[in-house]
């Protein structure tokens, strides 16, 4: 389980005695603060929790004030070693900046302060990491829970998770679902597009953004041409913006867009997307059928198990650290495809939706793929492939 694993690898990481910053990324509700709360509660070292969330103008002064009340805590208490947690450290402008310089502070006077911090924008995260404190941090992706998680903390089977996701805090809902729908629109999608994208970078048409993300929800699963959908959004655009937009929907946690495999880097960055939410919550939140209804309706649930497959590997990819991407030539596709340790694995999903040739052939004879994989009918049952770590397949 990954929650299982993220605890004990920063208790184990907080006990050590070499500090290293640590660092939380990962989308909004996935159980990031309450891990480090539970982790904090039982390693027996004192420390001091801080949001920059909902704080009026935190900047680096309030930074500044919280790492010395942590200071002054530590030196009061006597402890050999102590730990700081900023939750949301991304909201405060230039916050890589004001870390390195009291880290290195902390460094140089023997300060045995420990520091945690976690967001919900990866880009933004990454960005002040590699630019202000290379060599001092370690990077941990808190991704979207899986079946299995989803299974062990509130029982639900594989078609409720496929219907409505790995949200763990909309769990107790599913049962009300329009009352679920509302809170997944109001509580996740809203505040992570709204707070995490629009207030913290620079979007010239949000407008834009936001069809565009509502627009590769209702084609998950599916490759489609930024120039060909740019007929479909509400406000005019260009490739370029519609690319950039899409890989700050991805750092949200919330739509991808999935590289073709052509083992030509350059032609893979230029090639058209596949559109892939990382959790199928937010496709079911905005159809107008509820889980009762949608099962009987064969094209639109081999959709949404196919997302559930697709959103299964973009989480593992980012967790694993294993490359994903599709194939297709002609009217041949390979709905998935992954690069691990020099190996690839060719993945085929039939969830009983018509469309394209299978190109588990062609692809074979042109890349000769370590393994290849067929999920759903006539091969891997989709329920159990959701409960395997694709990165034990290789």
Same mark, same amino acid.
């Given at each position: 389980?990954?929650?299982?694993?993220?605890?004990?690898?920063?208790?184990?990481?907080?006990?050590?005695?070499?500090?290293?910053?640590?660092?939380?990324?990962?989308?909004?509700?996935?159980?990031?603060?309450?891990?480090?709360?539970?982790?904090?509660?039982?390693?027996?070292?004192?420390?001091?929790?801080?949001?920059?969330?909902?704080?009026?103008?935190?900047?680096? *002064?309030?930074?500044?004030?919280?790492? &010395?009340?942590?200071?002054?805590?530590?030196? !009061?208490?006597? #402890?050999?070693?102590? /730990? $700081?947690?900023?939750?949301?450290?991304?909201?405060?402008?230039?916050?890589?900046?004001?870390?390195?310089?009291?880290?290195?502070?902390?460094?140089?006077?023997?300060?045995?302060?420990?520091?945690?911090?976690?967001?919900?924008?990866?880009?933004?995260?990454?960005?002040?990491?590699?630019?202000?404190?290379?060599?001092?941090?370690?990077?941990?992706?808190?991704?979207?829970?899986?079946?299995?998680?989803?299974?062990?903390?509130?029982?639900?089977?594989?078609?409720?998770?496929?219907?409505?996701?790995?949200?763990?805090?909309?769990?107790?809902?599913?049962?009300?679902e329009f009352r679920w729908?509302?809170?997944?629109?109001?509580?996740?999608?809203?505040?992570?597009?709204?707070?995490?994208?629009?207030?913290?970078?620079?979007?010239?048409?949000? *407008?834009l953004l936001r069809r565009?993300? &509502?627009?590769?929800?209702?084609?998950?699963? !599916?490759?489609? #041409?930024?120039?060909? /959908? $740019?007929?479909?959004?509400?406000?005019?655009?260009?490739?370029?913006?519609?690319?950039?937009?899409?890989?700050?929907?991805?750092?949200?946690?919330?739509?991808?867009?999935?590289?073709?495999?052509?083992?030509?880097?350059?032609?893979?960055?230029?090639?058209?997307?596949?559109?892939?939410?990382?959790?199928?919550?937010?496709?079911?939140?905005?159809?107008?059928?509820?889980?009762?209804?949608?099962?009987?309706?064969?094209?639109?649930?081999?959709?949404?198990?196919?997302?559930?497959?697709?959103?299964?590997?973009?989480?593992?990819?980012?967790?694993?650290?294993?490359?994903?991407?599709?194939?297709?030539?002609?009217?041949?596709?390979?709905?998935?495809?992954?690069?691990?340790?020099?190996?690839?694995?060719?993945?085929?999903?039939?969830?009983?939706?018509?469309?394209?040739?299978?190109?588990?052939?062609?692809?074979?004879?042109?890349?000769?793929?370590?393994?290849?994989?067929?999920?759903?009918?006539?091969?891997?049952?989709?329920?159990?492939?959701?409960?395997?770590?694709?990165?034990?397949?290789?």
């Amino acid at each position: 389980m990954f929650q299982r694993a993220h605890f004990q690898t920063l208790e184990k990481r907080l006990k050590e005695h070499r500090a290293v910053i640590q660092v939380l990324a990962g989308p909004r509700q996935v159980g990031k603060t309450t891990l480090v709360g539970q982790v904090l509660s039982a390693i027996g070292i004192p420390s001091h929790s801080v949001s920059a969330d909902g704080v009026a103008n935190a900047g680096a *002064a309030w930074l500044e004030q919280q790492w &010395e009340t942590a200071r002054v805590k530590c030196r !009061q208490s006597g #402890a050999t070693e102590y /730990i $700081l947690a900023v939750d949301e450290i991304q909201k405060i402008p230039n916050w890589s900046e004001t870390v390195k310089a009291n880290w290195d502070a902390d460094t140089r006077l023997g300060i045995p302060l420990k520091v945690v911090l976690l967001g919900s924008s990866r880009l933004l995260l990454q960005q002040g990491l590699t630019e202000s404190l290379a060599g001092r941090f370690e990077l941990t992706y808190i991704g979207h829970w899986s079946l299995a998680e989803m299974q062990e903390s509130f029982g639900f089977t594989a078609e409720q998770f496929a219907w409505f996701g790995g949200y763990p805090g909309t769990a107790w809902l599913i049962e009300e679902e329009f009352r679920w729908k509302k809170y997944v629109t109001d509580a996740l999608i809203e505040p992570s597009i709204s707070r995490d994208i629009l207030a913290l970078t620079r979007v010239d048409k949000p *407008a834009l953004l936001r069809r565009l993300f &509502e627009l590769g929800c209702l084609y998950s699963g !599916q490759i489609l #041409a930024f120039n060909k /959908i $740019l007929g479909q959004l509400l406000d005019v655009g260009n490739v370029t913006t519609l690319a950039h937009y899409l890989t700050l929907l991805d750092s949200a946690g919330l739509l991808g867009g999935v590289e073709k495999f052509s083992g030509d880097q350059i032609r893979q960055r230029q090639s058209s997307p596949k559109f892939q939410v990382h959790n199928t919550a937010l496709i079911s939140a905005q159809m107008p059928e509820v889980f009762s209804e949608i099962r009987a309706i064969p094209e639109k649930w081999g959709r949404v198990v196919e997302s559930a497959v697709g959103a299964h590997l973009l989480n593992h990819a980012r967790q694993e650290g294993f490359r994903l991407f599709y194939w297709r030539e002609g009217n041949q596709e390979v709905d998935f495809v992954l690069q691990h340790r020099g190996k690839t694995l060719a993945i085929e999903v039939k969830s009983g939706v018509l469309r394209g040739t299978s190109g588990m052939e062609t692809f074979r004879k042109k890349f000769s793929p370590d393994k290849m994989l067929l999920v759903g009918r006539d091969g891997l049952p989709w329920e159990i492939f959701l409960q395997t770590n694709p990165a034990e397949l290789f």
